[in-house]
């Protein structure tokens, strides 16, 4: 099976770039564009792996990263933090959220898709 990522970004052409690369390496993609939208599909299971925009309407992705965390089918789904936020200490806060990373934006379209799969559980591990 096709690993499966959510991609949680409120920046439709981000989405679209994001979606489109990951898409053309063969991952699937599903997307929503808060955090709100996003935490309803990570519910439904069956993800490999969360993509996060920190900077999202309404709720951040700090307190999204701490909602998703707070459900135990998603414990072992990594979460990814993408942010153009450049302070060191943005990468600790998205830790501490409990993101198990960080990419920076703008992502580099020529490595954006093996930044994304490193992360990726080997096949088997994965669950939720
Ligand atoms: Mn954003």
């Known amino acids: 099976m096709k690993p499966r990522i959510l991609l949680i970004e409120d920046n439709e052409h981000n989405r679209y770039l994001a979606t489109f690369l990951l898409e053309r390496s063969g991952l699937e993609v599903r997307s929503a564009a ?18 996060l ?16 965390r707070r459900n135990p089918a998603l414990a072992r789904v990594p979460i990814i933090a993408v942010t153009s936020y450049a302070m060191a200490g943005d990468r600790e806060r998205a830790l501490a959220a409990g993101c198990d990373g960080y990419i920076e934006k703008p992502i580099n379209p020529d490595t954006f898709v093996a930044d994304v799969t490193r992360f990726l559980r080997p096949a088997g591990e994965t669950g939720a």
């Open 34 to 51: 808060d955090g709100a939208a996003g935490i309803a599909i990570a519910a439904e299971g069956g993800l490999d792996l969360i993509l």
């Open 53 to 68: 925009d920190i900077l999202l309407p309404v709720m951040d992705g700090y307190a999204v990263a701490g909602e998703l």
